[in-house]
């Protein structure tokens, strides 16, 4: 088994407010997949946690700027896939 990974979350407090918002939503995926772990990443949990990366990609990380949120999501995305094989 990989080893175990923790996420940071990103400072929502930008002078840009749709920065805040992305990062805000962010940071929600970014609190589920941390207490994923922190949970013994329970593989039967892992389809849930996937579909919600999944839709913060096809979201909040489409957006014109939202590239380092996406690779912060693909990341996740990869961690989770090699913790619930």
Not at 43 to 55: D, G, M, Q, V
């Amino acid at each position: 088994m990989p080893d175990r990974r923790y996420f940071s979350e990103w400072e929502p407090t930008t002078p840009i407010g749709w920065w805040n918002e992305g990062r805000r939503q962010l940071n929600e995926v970014i609190v589920m997949v941390n207490a994923w772990t922190i949970d013994d990443c329970p593989r039967e949990s892992a389809p849930r946690i996937l579909r919600y990366i999944e839709k913060g990609l096809q979201t909040f990380a489409a957006r014109d700027g939202g590239e380092g949120w996406a690779d912060e999501l693909r990341q996740m995305d990869k961690y989770v896939r090699e913790m619930s094989e």
